[in-house]
Antibody, heavy 123, light 107 residues
Framework: QVQLQESGPGLVKTSQTLSLTCTVS??????????WSWIRQPAGKGLEWIGR???????NYNPSLKSRLTISVDTSKNQFSLNLRSVTATDTALYYC???????????????WGQGTLVAVSS | DIQMTQSPSSLSASVRDRVTITCRAS??????LNWYQQKPGKAPKLLIY???SLQGGVPSRFAGSGSGTDFTLTISSLQPEDFATYFC?????????FGQGTKLEIK
């Protein structure tokens, strides 16, 4: 059974870069019908889709974050990463990494989630 | 971006009640609609994908329906463990937006 685990600093200074890594265990990140996603949730609020990467390197980004965002994959380490530049307090949130699975008939769905990691942005 | 609007935002109900949560898309998303359940301090859990397909291990009291812009999640007989927040998400086109959530509370 695939498991995901986020890692990275819990505190980032304003205007710096937020960097998180998600380690995939129990399965290979090199799977044709999966994308690997980042989703965040400010305290007490809803879910915001950040973006995703395929093992081929293909990415999809949320346009609201695209200018500051890079999501990459390292298949040799079975990991994928998030880099969000020039952060402000509005980027403070619980960040989840997750796996999207493609079903030809029903489209993509997020079937596996990490436990989430809290990132605070402060000066 | 496609906007997803859930109603109600919160709902009080009793055990064994039948409840329905609605999700409306700002444009047609065909049947590319997923539902998630989130309990406090936990990651969301996939309940239903592709409008009506039940994820493995999810009880059959959960059911989804709809197409185009209007979708529903129905819980046929609420159990104590169902009190949680529910989110819909469209997977028709990027960015794959979520609804704002519906908090289901015990009456």
């Amino acid at each position: 059974q695939v498991q995901l685990q986020e890692s990275g600093p819990g505190l980032v200074k304003t205007s710096q870069t937020l960097s998180l890594t998600c380690t995939v265990s129990g399965g290979s990140i090199n799977s044709g019908n999966h994308y690997w996603s980042w989703i965040r949730q400010p305290a007490g609020k809803g879910l915001e889709w950040i973006g995703r990467v395929h093992s081929s390197g293909t990415t999809n980004y949320n346009p609201s974050l695209k200018s500051r965002l890079t999501i990459s994959v390292d298949t040799s380490k079975n990991q994928f990463s998030l880099n969000l530049r020039s952060v402000t307090a509005t980027d403070t949130a619980l960040y989840y990494c997750a796996r999207d699975t493609l079903n030809i008939l029903t489209g993509y769905y997020t079937d596996t989630w990490g436990q989430g990691t809290l990132v605070a942005v402060s000066s | 971006d496609i906007q997803m609007t859930q109603s109600p935002s919160s709902l009080s109900a009793s055990v064994r009640d039948r409840v329905t949560i609605t999700c409306r898309a700002s444009q047609s998303i065909r049947r590319y609609l997923n539902w998630y359940q989130q309990k406090p301090g936990k990651a969301p859990k996939l309940l239903i994908y592709g409008t009506s397909s039940l994820q493995g291990g999810v009880p059959s009291r959960f059911a989804g329906s709809g197409s185009g812009t209007d979708f529903t999640l129905t819980i046929s007989s609420l159990q104590p463990e169902d009190f949680a927040t529910y989110f819909c998400q469209q997977s028709d086109s990027s960015p794959y937006t979520f609804g704002q959530g519906t908090k289901l509370e015990i009456k």
